[in-house]
């Protein structure tokens, strides 16, 4: 018994086409953005560090603060941004212990959270960086945005200040 052509021909189309729409599923599943960190995603924070970062959440525990960690390493280079938030009733002494990372250099900033403040990190050795601190009612929050890269062209330090801005506000806004 023979099939005829036509019939063969348009099975042949429709395995194919199936073939490819599995394909096609699989790959856009695989290709989502993680978002273990509950204050900011993957993509958000590659979009930040210029490229394609990993993401790593601790949750808090045992007095720690809850910490997103993304990592963008390339040739010569680590971009990072970290982000640590903590809920404690004494959060305004607890701020005001974290902006001493700061020291004089610190410089606040208007509509993220209450009494956020901004100021550079910078380290010879290590690279540069901007440091956030903020409040939202009684959850402090951190953000560190560095880069190891001395002259990095995508981290410059008007837009270390402009990244950690857009984070600071995103994180602030989750946390409201």
Known sequence: MTYPAKLVERAQRMRRLVTISLLFLGLTANCQAKNNCPWINEATASG??????????????G????????????AGFTRT????????PGTHARLQAAA???GKNSAPI??????AAMCALDNRNAGQGELVVGRVRDQLFTITLSTTLKDDPILTRMALK???????????????
């Open 63 to 74: 007095g720690q603060p809850a910490v997103c960690t993304f990592t963008q390493t390339g």
């Open 110 to 115: 208007q509509a993220i959270g209450n009494e």
């Open 100 to 102: 001493q990372a700061c």
């Open 81 to 88: 941004l970290r982000i640590t938030v903590e809920v404690t």
């Open 162 to 176: 402009d990244k950690a801005y857009t984070a600071s506000e995103q994180v602030a806004g989750n946390l409201f």
């Open 48 to 61: 930040l560090l210029g490229g394609g970062a990993v993401g790593d959440f601790t949750d808090a525990s």
